[in-house]
Every structure is written in structure tokens, then in C-alpha cells.
């Protein structure tokens, strides 16, 4: 399916009011398909771009450690009673991604779930929790295993909690 990302967004955003605390020059993806899935996402209110490969998605905000830009990227959606967790693979890459870094620098994030935004708070979790967590992860996306596989590096699992 093709479709002109601006021309949606400026159709269909209009429909959605959402409040994004992460304020600021918005910076999209390098990664094509990863920004036209974000506009996608956002300008239906996640009624569409909202999963791959069948599996949903989420859209993570953070701000860029280094540009303070507003970063945004799509991640699978792994959540348990209201809670949500985010798997910093990058496919099993060496190195950590981006978004992991920025919000380890910032870590007062936005995540949106459908229509549904949040202001949430990240921590890394480590022992009994983390394998909890990352036991969902692998329910949610059976890839996250393959990649553990393929890199020395522990692969991060980081929860987000509502901010009070």
C-alpha cells in the first residue's frame, strides 16, 4: 500500500487530541519505514501502522541525549496490567539503540498505545523482575530470543511507570 504520510496526517490528525508532554523540534527516524509507520500511527490514532508482522505496536517518545530533538520509534508492545515494558534488541545488534540511550539520559518518557498516550517513567529492571518481564517480551515477540542469541551484550529491559 502506498500512501503520502503528510498528506494523512494532515487529514486524520485533527480527529485525535492527544496531550505529548515531550515538547520540541520533532525529529524523525533516519530509518524510512520507521518515520512513515510513526506519522502513520499517529495521525489515525494508531488505527493504522499499529503492528508488524501482525504483532502491535507502541510508539515510544524521548528526547535525543545529544540533540535534545523529540525522537519517536515504534517498538513492540509488551505490557501486563497497565504496565509496559520496552526491549532495547535493536535485532541483536552489538550496540544499544538510540532510543535505549536517550532515555537512559532522559528517562520521563511519552508512549502512546492506540489513541491512548502516557507520560511514564523508565527503569531498567534486572534479576527476578527482568526475567519476568523478558518472559513476556519473548510471548509478545518470539524474535527478542533469536536476538539475545546473537549478541554478547545483555539485552536491556526497561519499564515504564506512570509519573505521579
Avoid at 507502541?58 to 519517536?72: A, C, D, N, Q, Y
Amino acid at each position: 500500500m502506498t500512501f503520502d504520510v503528510s498528506e494523512l496526517a494532515a487529514t486524520r490528525a485533527s480527529q485525535y487530541d492527544r496531550r505529548v508532554p515531550i515538547e520540541g523540534d520533532y525529529e524523525p527516524s533516519p530509518w524510512q519505514f520507521a518515520a512513515d509507520q510513526v506519522a502513520l500511527y499517529e495521525a489515525t490514532g494508531g488505527a493504522e501502522g499499529g503492528t508488524l508482522q501482525d504483532k502491535p505496536i507502541i510508539i515510544l517518545t524521548t528526547r535525543g541525549r545529544h540533540s535534545g530533538k523529540v525522537r519517536k520509534s515504534p517498538l513492540m508492545r509488551v505490557e501486563r496490567d497497565g504496565t509496559y515494558a520496552v526491549i532495547a534488541s535493536m535485532g541483536g545488534a552489538p550496540k544499544h539503540p538510540v532510543w535505549y540511550l536517550n532515555l537512559t539520559a532522559s528517562p520521563e518518557v511519552t508512549l502512546q498505545d492506540g489513541a491512548n498516550v502516557y507520560e511514564l517513567g523508565a527503569r531498567e529492571v534486572q534479576g527476578d523482575e527482568r526475567t519476568q518481564w523478558w518472559a513476556l517480551a519473548v510471548e509478545a515477540w518470539p524474535a527478542y530470543a533469536e536476538y539475545q542469541t546473537k549478541t554478547d551484550r545483555q539485552i536491556p529491559v526497561v519499564v515504564l511507570d506512570p509519573i505521579s
